[in-house]
């Protein structure tokens, strides 16, 4: 798919007569893929991620992608940042290269709108809000690009896919973004691209729907992660030699981002403390995520709950060892499955709290490490609300779970867990976390902190198992480690 791109951007002259199509007949080159971005822009996936590091030549790939199919008239793409005063950058890139490809080409500002000689556009977006999602309601773009996608809640990106659909016969829909780890969806692109499978390796999803007949259809949607750097982009390292020390001179979790690429350290992360190193599961040494082991029975046992129905709930189980230790041992997360079984990013299960209930009494009832064990529980303190009819709270203790009320203070709650997270002299946390709890060990180091409020952590993010684990560690409260933690281990893309 790059090459026929290439030789169409070959034929984009700084003037000269077009064609019936739109495209001029000859040109000299004005834009030549590199390698990666070669890579980025062959791919067929409905979904590709391009990117992982600065300086990949991201931005300018997705601008120079969107002119792909703007020889047929009624093309139409849409590109977005998250706040329009970050679009300029992009559209200082399309003022360079589109006038030049297109001499008859317009770029009207007040609707942030480039239309081609064919009559085909591309169109400048953001999303500062979710709500703004609905200025997209009832469009239709052909192509859609997100810029800095870990910028975007996933309720803001899923909600596009229903507008990427074809405004006439001939052309191909399909969405391309660019990302640097952290930001507020660094979480679930993480999980979504990164995670999924390896660089380069289509990830396939199959979708199931009924159509207005009653027959079953059956589709599958396929997505992919292109990783780049700096080191990919020769132009930019000829034009700034200095720029790989650049970065290289930022602070630790800044350079391994943005410099490698590194999606477990980055600029904004609450909870730089966290650590999780297979090689150290079964000792515990230098790592929060362990083993699962026997509890022993005159351990304390508790059960902390964030209640959730549009969002997820998250109910974890905690072990409290004779040192006051916190041994997070199980848990339950109400997260909205999709049609192949995995979950859907921050969408709630929508669970009658009955039902929840009478899950969370099958779990203590079965697992080994709670069977017959007294609980004591802990709660969000919004569950006993005002509103009219039963509270959550009352319906869960109508079939004997009584929560007590956490404590609410999100700075202290918050400063509890970094003194959790903290390693002690010989290398062991206040907390550890058995390696089947997966939602916690996937959503505690994605956080990031609140632009507003930079000493909590930005409630749009997935927080519902850090809020209840912050309700436990408020009801089991320990000084700071004194001991300074261990230095973290360095991180090279060539290991």
């Given at each position: ?65 969107a002119l792909r199919q703007v020889h047929i008239p009624h093309y139409k793409a849409l590109i977005l940042r998250k706040t329009f005063p970050e679009l300029r950058e992009l559209i200082d890139k399309t003022q360079r290269y589109y006038p030049r490809a297109f001499p008859k080409?317009?770029?009207?500002s007040g609707t942030h709108t480039w239309t081609f000689p064919s009559g085909a556009r591309v169109v400048f977006g953001a999303m500062q809000h979710p709500r703004d999602r609905t200025k997209y309601q009832g469009q239709a773009y052909d192509f859609i690009a997100f810029d ?348």
């Amino acid at each position: 798919m790059a090459k026929p791109f290439r030789r169409k951007l070959k034929k984009y002259p700084a003037g000269g007569r077009s064609s019936a199509g739109g495209l001029p007949r000859q040109a000299a080159v004005i834009w030549t893929p590199q390698p990666r971005q070669r890579a980025f822009m062959a791919r067929r996936e409905w979904e590709a991620l391009y990117g992982g590091a600065a300086g990949g030549g991201k931005s300018e790939a997705l601008v120079m992608e969107a002119l792909r199919q703007v020889h047929i008239p009624h093309y139409k793409a849409l590109i977005l940042r998250k706040t329009f005063p970050e679009l300029r950058e992009l559209i200082d890139k399309t003022q360079r290269y589109y006038p030049r490809a297109f001499p008859k080409a317009g770029y009207h500002s007040g609707t942030h709108t480039w239309t081609f000689p064919s009559g085909a556009r591309v169109v400048f977006g953001a999303m500062q809000h979710p709500r703004d999602r609905t200025k997209y309601q009832g469009q239709a773009y052909d192509f859609i690009a997100f810029d800095e996608l870990t910028h975007f809640t996933w309720e803001e990106y899923s909600y596009l896919f229903s507008r990427c659909r074809p405004n006439g016969p001939g052309t191909r829909c399909y969405i391309r973004s660019t990302a640097n780890p952290g930001g507020i969806g660094h979480g679930w692109v993480k999980e979504r691209f990164i995670t999924a499978a390896p660089p380069m390796t289509p990830i396939r999803e199959e979708v199931s729907w009924r159509d207005a007949g009653g027959a079953l259809r059956q589709a599958v949607r396929s997505r992919v992660f292109v990783p780049a750097s700096v080191f990919d982009n020769a132009a930019l390292l000829q034009n700034d030699p200095g720029y790989a020390a650049s970065l290289a001179s930022l602070p630790e979790a800044e350079r391994n981002a943005l410099l490698y690429g590194d999606w477990d350290s980055f600029s904004g992360q609450v909870f730089t403390e966290w650590r999780n190193d297979p090689e150290h599961y079964a000792d515990g040494l230098g790592t929060h995520v362990i083993d699962p082991f026997p509890v022993p029975a005159d351990w304390a046992i508790w059960c902390s709950l964030d209640w959730g129905y549009t969002r997820p709930f998250s109910v974890g189980w905690y072990a409290v060892d004779h040192d006051r230790r916190l041994y997070r041992i199980r848990e339950y997360y109400g997260v909205r499955a999709s049609e192949d079984g995995t979950p859907c990013p921050d969408q709630g299960a929508r669970l009658d709290p009955s039902a929840a209930a009478e899950q969370i009494r099958r779990i203590e009832a079965d697992d080994p490490n709670l069977r017959g064990k007294t609980v004591h529980r802990v709660g969000d303190p919004a569950i006993w609300g005002s509103q009219t009819g039963e509270s959550v709270g009352d319906m869960l203790a109508r079939r004997g779970l009584y929560f007590e009320r956490g404590e609410h203070s999100r700075r202290d709650g918050k400063m509890q867990v970094h003194y959790r997270l903290r390693f002690d002299g010989e290398g062991r946390p206040g907390l550890y976390v058995f390696k089947g709890c997966r939602n916690l060990i996937r959503t505690l180091p994605a956080l990031v902190y609140d632009a507003s409020d930079p000493e909590d952590v930005d409630t749009r993010g997935e927080d519902h198992a850090y809020d209840e684990l912050r309700y436990v560690c408020m009801k089991n409260p320990i000084a700071p480690a004194r001991s300074a933690p261990p230095a973290p281990q360095g991180w090279s893309p060539l290991e």
